[in-house]
């Protein structure tokens, strides 16, 4: 199904959810797939910024583009999408209830590789004007690209100094380009003193 987001995130949520009763639990929920890295320890440090009992809806924002209209924002897929403890409840709703309205529609061909997430984005502004925010400055914490091998060549030609601060790297063709992509940035982590670019960039 194109609308497998909101399958994802209606399932998701709903356990997520569950985790938080009695106020315990998990405080925010990432979909990332499996072809991408995350830097796991910096990403937790960086939504430890942000009260995860507001609503927040986090990516490496990209544009979809429609004749006639403003450019729609969206997380991109490659970089993965994040939601708050505060956004669970309403999010498990609104997934699905648009996975039932949109059931039936036909996305628009070579949408393939983006459109549930794209679809996922709408259905939190439709219904609960959500929009999404970049969560840290893209140009020096993730690298995206659709082919592989643009994406490992942009990872290596990336000074190792700074490797340590990219919070997601994607599209990765193997398990081997995902080991080699950890252990890369986990040395470049002994570099001390390095600073990243400030979030403060982002606005959040």
């Known amino acids: 199904t194109m609308y497998r987001a909101m399958h994802f995130w209606a399932r998701a949520l709903e356990l997520a959810e569950a985790s938080t009763v009695g106020g315990a639990g998990c405080q925010w929920a990432m979909k990332l797939p499996l072809t ?17 009992s507001e609503h927040w809806y986090l990516g490496a924002t990209t544009a979809a583009y429609t004749t006639g209209l403003e450019p729609y924002m969206f997380p991109s897929e490659k970089s993965g999408t994040i939601l708050s403890r505060g956004l669970f409840r ?12 949109f059931a039936h529609e036909t996305p628009p061909p070579g949408s393939e590789h983006f459109f549930d997430d794209y679809a996922f984005s709408l259905c939190l502004g439709d219904i609960g004007q959500i929009e999404a925010t970049n969560y840290a400055d893209i140009a020096s914490s993730f690298i995206m690209f659709e ?3 643009q994406t490992l060549q942009e990872f290596w030609s990336h000074p190792d100094t700074v490797k340590q601060c990219l919070l997601t ?10 080991r080699a992509v950890h252990e890369r940035i986990s040395w470049s982590a002994w570099h001390e003193s390095i600073p990243c670019i400030g979030e403060t960039l982002t606005g959040v």
Do not use: F, M, T
């Not at 890295?37 to 009260?51: F, K, S, V, W």
């Open 36 to 52: 991408s890295y995350a830097h796991a320890e910096l990403i937790e440090q960086r939504l430890g910024c942000l009260n995860s």
């Open 90 to 101: 309403s999010a498990h709703l609104w997934s699905k209830a648009c996975a039932s309205q």
């Open 147 to 149: 082919r592989s091998d």
């Open 169 to 178: 790297v994607g599209e990765l063709p193997d398990p081997e380009a995902l």
